[in-house]
């Protein structure tokens, strides 16, 4: 679709030629029939460049392409008025190319958004000089905890006080829904508990959903828009958004696995292998199961946390099951890179969530490489 796309965006900058051949008379054009003015003949040459510059901008991925596109469909617009009776049709297309635009314009103010946020989240994070975990520093967490964090390659590499990552995966809104591919992007402040989540999903051909997950100072956001611009869901510093946010930091804490060590996480062994951990934020506490295998992999972590949001929220069981584990060149560790997540809901299983992490850096500052202005 994206290359269909492009090409209407060409073809479109190259149709517009025609006016400005009729009105310097370089051809035969019986498409158009009423005569056209040079100066107005430059009009119709000058929507064409900036039509074709918008459509290479958006076939190379240039997220800015819709300043071009806007432009052209206003001056291109008020030639077809002028010139209806040949030209009305063009309005179809100038339609299409201003939704696809506008979305565009929303997606940018978007992620200008979460860039902001990302950026002040780890600004004054400190990541030189960062202390190294030795085995005296597990040893009183219980057994299968100490094996997990042997495992994941903690032991000799420094403390983790920040992470940047990667993920790509598919997932449902609702259960009878199809799945939808998304990709994201999360920055977590170790030390603060707190992280900063965006996503885009193919919601349909040319649609995209933003989504923006946010956990800072103990209060959870989330916000999801559709094309970037219509709001779906905006919830935030709630009893149920704010539990919710932090059960979720918890769990993935198994991609920075030194951060068991924190004082603000405690751990009790219930079973073989299992244990509970908990987790106070801001004098919030909230509680989740972990199981491992016995060599100390995280195989699952399940929590009641509120499903939905809004009033209507209600507190369910959350299953995330960790499918496969990679060790990241980059530092070492290793960690559950694709998961699964499930709703365990009276009506049934809803696995509305898989995903695998495809990028994974710690004790940086710095956010990815963004395509902006």
């Not at 000058?46 to 071009?68: A, H, R, T």
């Not at 059960?247 to 198994?254: F, G, P």
């Not at 004098?283 to 199981?291: A, E, L, T, Y």
Request: aromatic letters at 14%; hydrophobic letters at 45%; one cysteine or more.
């Amino acid at each position: 679709m994206k290359y269909v796309f492009g090409f209407i965006l060409l073809f479109h900058g190259i149709i517009h030629v025609m006016g400005f051949a009729k009105a310097f008379r370089l051809a035969e054009i019986d498409q158009l029939t009423q005569s056209i003015s040079k100066p107005i003949g430059m009009l119709w040459l000058i929507v064409s460049i900036l039509f074709i510059i918008s459509g290479l901008l958006f076939l190379v991925q240039k997220e800015w392409w819709f300043l071009f596109a806007i432009i052209a469909v206003v001056l291109s617009q008020i030639l077809i008025i002028m010139y209806w009776k040949d030209a009305k049709f063009g309005t179809i297309i100038n339609l299409i190319i201003l939704l696809v635009g506008i979305s565009a314009f929303g997606n940018h103010q978007f992620n200008s958004m979460v860039q902001k946020e990302s950026g002040e989240l780890l600004k004054d994070i400190k990541v030189e000089e960062v202390q190294v975990i030795s085995e005296k520093d597990i040893f009183h967490l219980p057994e299968i905890v100490q094996k997990w964090m042997r495992n994941s390659g903690v032991i000799g590499k420094e403390r983790i006080v920040s992470v940047r990552l990667k993920q790509k995966g598919e997932m449902k809104t609702k259960p009878e829904n199809k799945w939808m591919p998304f990709t994201a992007e999360q920055y977590f402040d170790v030390d603060n508990s707190a992280f900063v989540w965006a996503t885009e999903v193919d919601f349909m051909p040319m649609v995209k959903m933003a989504g923006r997950d946010k956990f800072t100072n103990g209060k959870g956001e989330m916000l999801i828009e559709l094309a970037a611009l219509i709001p779906v869901v905006d919830e935030g510093n709630n009893e149920k958004i704010n539990t919710a946010a932090m059960i979720r930091y918890m769990a993935e804490m198994v991609w920075f696995p030194s951060a068991a060590l924190k004082d603000d996480i405690k751990w009790e062994s219930i079973g073989v292998n299992t244990v509970q951990a908990t987790f106070t934020c801001y004098g919030k506490m909230v509680s989740g199961i972990f199981k491992f295998s016995d060599n100390g992999e995280m195989q699952s972590f399940e929590a009641k946390r509120y499903y939905g949001a809004g009033k209507d929220a209600t507190l369910e069981t959350w299953l995330v099951k960790a499918e496969t584990y990679r060790e990241f060149e980059f530092n070492g560790f290793k960690i559950p890179n694709k998961c699964s997540v499930t709703w365990k809901l009276k009506e049934g299983d809803f696995n509305w969530l898989n995903f695998e992490i495809t990028d994974l850096e710690y004790n940086t500052n710095e956010l990815y490489a963004y395509n902006n202005l």
